[in-house]
């Protein structure tokens, strides 16, 4: 005698329920996993060439400023949801800090080991929070 199992369609979670991160029971789509907690809202890659710094691939990022000499501003598409949020950043050869930080851009800035503001030969940023 075959055994007839019952199964329940799956429900997929919400946005508010991926955002809250606390059900172990939805599933996930993959529209919705950027609104984890976890997953990183955006990421830009920036190289710097003679004093020009390129977008060279994102995610969320509208557009980026030369401010000056080793410093760059990185406007986000999707703004957080204050600026209650993390922005790490790497660059090549230099030493770099977040300088500022609101709901829609990060501003960092490249420093030589003088220490004195200097063009990186890239920036690498990525931004987590809740947007």
């Not at 709901?103 to 890239?122: H, R, S």
């Amino acid at each position: 005698m075959a055994v007839i199992q019952s199964r329940r369609p799956r429900r997929v979670a919400t946005q508010a329920e991926e955002a809250a991160a606390t059900s172990a029971t939805t599933d996930v789509t993959p529209a919705n996993q950027q609104f984890h907690p976890s997953a990183a809202k955006c990421w830009a890659y920036v190289t710097v060439s003679a004093g020009t710094p390129t977008l060279v691939a994102s995610y969320n990022i509208t557009s980026i400023t030369d401010t000056g000499v080793g410093d760059l501003t990185i406007t986000i598409a999707t703004d957080f949801a204050s600026a209650n949020w993390v922005a790490l950043a790497v660059v090549d050869s230099n030493m770099v800090e977040v300088a500022a930080r609101t709901a829609g851009t990060v501003e960092l800035k490249a420093f030589n080991f003088v220490p004195a503001l200097a063009d990186p030969g890239a920036y690498n940023f990525v931004g987590f929070g809740t947007q």
